[in-house]
């Protein structure tokens, strides 16, 4: 899948449309989702074009992969997430219901987000 610079993220990083911004470096950029899900609930992506986790992951450099991990990290322990803990997670694709075709990792906290994921019925 080409990647599609009309995407809603793209246009937050270009500054075309706001965002509640965390924290923001060479590599990535953090902000609130729009639809929180828990009462912690950040975005962190890459600032290359990438459309998922399988196109970041095939492609960016050592460094930007790196440089997001590392983001998703320091968000998590700025937002006290460190204790009692967190999930990350990335969607890719249709089984995965990927909304917004540029890579993010979502960082679930702020209540006990019970074990792992519950399958939503077919
Ligand atoms: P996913 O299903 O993994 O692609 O999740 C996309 C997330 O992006 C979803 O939780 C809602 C969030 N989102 C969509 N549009 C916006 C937006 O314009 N601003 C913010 N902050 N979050 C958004």
């Not at 470096?25 to 290359?48: C, M, S, W």
Request: some cysteine; proline content about 6%; hydrophobic content about 40%.
């Amino acid at each position: 899948m080409a990647y599609d610079s009309e995407n809603i993220f793209a246009k937050i990083l270009r500054g075309e449309i706001p965002c509640d911004k965390v924290y923001e470096d060479e590599y990535a950029l953090a902000f609130r989702d729009i639809n929180p899900q828990t009462p912690t609930h950040i975005l962190v992506i890459p600032k290359g074009a990438y459309v998922s986790s399988d196109d970041f992951t095939a492609h960016a450099s050592d460094a930007e992969l790196a440089g997001l991990l590392r983001a998703v990290g320091h968000v998590a322990r700025e937002a006290d997430l460190v204790e009692p803990g967190y999930r990350i997670l990335a969607n890719h694709g249709a089984d995965a219901h990927q909304e917004v075709p540029h890579f993010h990792v979502h960082i679930f906290g702020g209540t006990d987000l019970g074990r792992m994921i519950k399958p939503a019925d077919k």
